[in-house]
Structures are given as C-alpha cells and as structure tokens.
C-alpha cells in the first residue's frame, strides 16, 4: 500500500527533526485509510526515553492513549508512528522492527548533519519484517497531482 | 459487563471493534475470552508462554496490570482494559 503526505505535513515531520537533532525525535499521525493512506495531520509527541535519546525513542503510554481518543474525536485512522534516525539511513534497525506493531506505517526520517535527508516508510509484513511503502506528495485537492517524493 | 479496548493496529484481527466486552470477572479469563473470539489477536498480544508481550501494556486506569502477576484482579461492569502498545525504536 502506498502513503500519501500533505507537504505541510512533511514538513512539520522533518522541521521536528531537524530541531531534536542530535536526539530522535517521534510523533504520531492521522488520516485516512482507504486505496492508499492519506496522512493529514501529524502530532509531534516528547520523547520520553530516560537518559540518551541520541539513538532511542520511546512514546509514553498516556500519549498514546490520547491519540487513539483524538483519532476517534475527529473520525480519523490514527495510521502510525514517525521518529527520526540521526546521522543515520531511514532504514528501520532490528531493534525498530522487534517492538513494532503490524497496520502501522512506520515513518524514518534520516537526519544528517542536522538537516532532513530522505524519508521513507515501512510497514510490518505478516512474517514481521518491514517492508517499505512508497510515498508520495498529494495535496489532497479536489484533483489529485500527485508527484514522486525526493528521498 | 467489563471492556478491553482495541488499539488501532490491533483491529485488524477483530473486524475493526474497537472494543470486547466480557462477561468475565477476571482479567485473565477476560484476555482468555477475548484472544479465543479473535485468534488472530493471539500472537501479536501474547507469548509463547502466554504472557503479554513485553512491548505490549495493559492498563486498568492508570494502573498497569499483567496478567502473569495480576491475572486474578477482578474487573467489575465499568472496568476498562485497555492495550497499550509501547511505541519506541531507534537507529
């Protein structure tokens, strides 16, 4: 299945990013599920790992629970979870793959120096290997333009 | 009677309910019930020995509960079970 982003919402992940640098960031997002996922709004959420947060990110389980109520609030798919990779590829590491959960999208944003990289995303396979999904711009207008993303 | 509520990636395997209600008075008898009703729940929630995952949390309130150590904790009519998956990663 394909996801498409909004730019602001593209942006908001990699400006999120980008000002964690050098720590990881995370945040959820929300949209529609249909053909393929539409994300509309993305949530930046603190990172609430203890001590190094320069290659761990963890979501507390109040901040989940408040975006499950949010996404039933505004009749959305709470459709995954994005977190940044510093100095790193947006690849998921074994350790992103041990603890993921099957549905979610799993946003990476590889940070470089500082600056947003590339951003790709990955979802669990039945087999609980992540597979990658392609991702796209879409503006969500009335019509559709579509454009392959730059990563 | 008490609830388990669903999270998202989890409705998948129960026909997009976002809840189960149980007429169990336990929580180990209400998880027994719920992962008989959908099987499918089974290997993303538990273990081999039967045990919640530990990347998986179950909260009564605040309170964090688990079945292996609180499985007798009786629920009553408003208890509200809910899966919380712990969201966390890195490089």
């Known amino acids: 299945m394909a996801l498409e982003i909004s730019t602001d919402a593209l942006k908001k992940m990699q400006a999120h990013a980008e000002r964690d640098y050098p ?14 996922r539409q994300v509309r709004i993305v949530h930046e959420v603190e990172n609430a790992k203890e001590g190094d947060q320069s290659n761990r990110f963890q979501i507390s389980p109040k901040d989940y629970q408040k975006a499950e109520k949010y996404a039933i609030d505004h ?6 979870v994005y977190h940044s990779h510093p100095d790193h590829p947006a690849e998921p590491s074994e350790h992103d793959r041990k603890v993921a959960m099957p549905w979610f999208s799993y946003i990476i944003i590889s940070v470089q120096d500082g600056e947003a990289a590339s951003t790709r995303s990955w979802r669990l396979s039945d087999e609980r290997q992540f597979e990658e999904e392609p991702v796209s711009i879409n503006e969500f207008s ?3 333009t579509p454009q392959n993303l730059e990563i | 009677m008490a609830k388990i509520i669903i999270p998202t990636p989890l409705r ?5 309910n976002r809840a189960f209600e149980t007429d169990k008075e336990t929580l180990s008898d209400a998880i027994r019930q719920f992962v ?7 290997d993303n929630l538990l273990d081999e020995e039967g045990s919640v995952r530990s990347y998986i949390k179950l909260y009564i309130g605040d309170e964090e509960v688990n079945p292996a150590k609180n499985g007798s904790r009786e629920l009553n009519e ?11 990663g890195g490089k």
Do not use: H, M, W
């Not at chain 1, 720590?23 to 393929?36: K, M, R, T």
């Not at chain 1, 009749?75 to 995954?80: I, M, P, S």
């Not at chain 2, 408003?78 to 966390?88: L, M, N």
């Open chain 1, 75 to 80: 009749d959305l798919d709470l459709l995954g």
């Open chain 2, 12 to 16: 998948k395997y129960t026909d997009q």
């Open chain 2, 78 to 88: 408003d208890t509200e079970v809910s899966i919380i998956p712990a969201i966390a």
């Open chain 1, 142 to 144: 009335t019509r559709k």
């Open chain 2, 36 to 42: 008989d009703e959908y099987p499918e729940v089974k």
């Open chain 1, 23 to 36: 720590n990881e960031c995370c945040g959820f997002f929300y949209g529609l599920e249909g053909e393929s």
